[in-house]
């Protein structure tokens, strides 16, 4: 099987675009800004920085509600750590009483 960078391509188009944006991305961060630049771009670069980050917060958000839904949070963790914890220390007490009475019976 081989793996043609065309097909690749054309069945996962956002995938690629994604691809673009993120190689486009780090290729500014690496060149310096000049002052004309700031000058003439720096509303636009503000504005792009604040919607990113309106747009992270909004994902994060939305990530967090699905996973509460599906119980997957702190308290749910917590919850399960704790059961998990009385589980084994009644397994560690019903080891050291089977161990005790294999002792006293030799």
């Known amino acids: ?9 054309e069945k996962n188009p956002l995938v690629t675009v994604l691809g673009g944006i993120a190689i486009g991305a780090i290729g500014a961060a690496l ?6 630049e ?9 504005n792009m920085r604040g919607r990113a980050r309106d ?6 958000d939305v ?3 699905h996973l509460d839904n ?3 949070n702190r308290d749910a963790a917590t919850s399960q750590l704790r059961d ?8 560690a007490t ?3 009483s089977a161990a005790a009475e294999a002792a006293r019976k030799k």
């Open 55 to 60: 747009a992270a917060a909004a994902a994060k």
């Open 38 to 46: 700031d000058k003439h771009l720096g509303g636009i670069g503000r």
């Open 84 to 91: 998990l914890a009385a589980k084994l220390g009644k397994a």
């Open 94 to 96: 019903a080891a050291g």
């Open 70 to 72: 599906l119980g997957l």
């Open 63 to 65: 990530g967090k509600e």
């Open 1 to 9: 099987m081989t793996n043609d960078p065309k097909t690749t391509l």
């Open 31 to 36: 060149l310096p800004k000049t002052k004309r």
